[in-house]
């Protein structure tokens, strides 16, 4: 019988692709568009028109003050009829119902659409 060990030269090598396709497995980027069952369920109900997973979102904070700045952040997005919903998995970033639609302004910049949050010196977009 075979032992599992190995002394020859190329079980070092053989360990080391072993170790980096565990690690690459682990750091890989995961999706963001988990949703609860529950959550799911209530947008199907609704009738979803629109659906992108792990799209880059720019987060904008401290506009026009000194210490403006922005990030890219992922995020996946689901439309319906009546709902949009900003989320990174179960974690919401925004969501727009017609009872919180009074909140935000949603605009088109060229390309992009913007959502912007609050009022004044707290507005985020």
Same mark, same amino acid.
């Given at each position: 019988m075979?032992?599992?060990?190995s002394?020859?030269?190329g079980?070092?090598?053989?360990?080391?692709?072993?170790l980096l396709?565990v690690?690459?497995?682990?750091?890989r980027d995961?999706?963001t568009?988990?949703?609860?069952?529950a959550?799911e369920?209530?947008?199907?109900?609704?009738?979803?028109?629109?659906?992108?997973a792990?799209?880059?979102?720019r987060y904008?904070? /401290?506009t026009?003050a *000194?210490?403006?700045?922005?990030?890219d &952040?992922? #995020?996946? $997005?689901v439309?319906?009829?009546?709902?949009?919903?900003i989320?990174k998995?179960?974690?919401?970033?925004?969501?727009?119902?017609p009872?919180t639609a009074?909140?935000?302004?949603?605009?088109r910049? /060229?390309p992009?659409? *913007?959502?912007r949050a609050?009022?004044? &010196?707290? #507005?985020? $977009?």
């Amino acid at each position: 019988m075979r032992s599992l060990r190995s002394t020859g030269a190329g079980s070092g090598a053989l360990l080391a692709s072993l170790l980096l396709a565990v690690a690459l497995t682990a750091c890989r980027d995961r999706s963001t568009a988990r949703l609860a069952p529950a959550v799911e369920s209530r947008l199907a109900a609704e009738g979803i028109v629109c659906r992108a997973a792990d799209q880059t979102f720019r987060y904008s904070f /401290g506009t026009g003050a *000194r210490n403006a700045g922005w990030e890219d &952040r992922r #995020a996946s $997005i689901v439309v319906t009829h009546s709902t949009v919903l900003i989320h990174k998995n179960e974690k919401v970033g925004i969501e727009i119902t017609p009872a919180t639609a009074e909140r935000f302004s949603v605009e088109r910049s /060229g390309p992009r659409i *913007r959502i912007r949050a609050g009022q004044g &010196r707290s #507005a985020e $977009i």
